[in-house]
């Protein structure tokens, strides 16, 4: 069964940094587009970074290029989202999404694509001093 398992996030001051790890079983992420999404209370889910297989795009979100980085590790069919120099604003539940090669980069960032995909459980970022 395919299923994607997130790790990391926690509490953190701001200026630190955090990973997450998104870790997929039952699928090769190297096949799929990958998308982080974020969603604070009472907010809807935001595009952070989205890397597309279908035209080998990334999209960051404008508050957070410079500061958030994507690696993937095949060997681990596992994908880290790199968070530097954290502020408060970026405290919210963070989700990554696997799904197969449809759309370019700043369209998958651009909606969450709730229904479509293979989506990690969540894992809260706080960043608070």
């Known amino acids: 069964q395919a299923q994607v398992v997130q790790s990391g996030g926690g509490l953190v001051q701001p200026g630190g940094s955090l990973r997450l790890s998104c870790t997929a079983s039952?699928?090769?992420?190297?096949?799929?587009?990958i998308g982080w999404f974020r969603q604070a209370p009472g907010k809807d889910h935001e595009g952070v970074l989205c890397?597309?297989?279908?035209?080998?795009?990334?999209y960051y979100r404008e508050s957070v290029e410079g500061r958030f980085t994507m690696t993937r590790d095949n060997a681990k069919n596992t994908v880290y989202l790199q968070m530097n120099s954290l502020e408060p604003e970026d405290t919210a539940v963070y989700y990554c999404v696997a799904i197969p090669p449809l759309l370019t980069s700043q369209q998958l960032c651009a909606r969450a694509p709730l229904h479509l995909g293979h989506w990690g459980q969540g894992t809260q970022v706080t960043v608070s001093s």
């Open positions: 890397i597309s297989k279908s035209d080998d795009s990334t």
């Open positions: 039952g699928f090769s992420l190297d096949y799929y587009s």
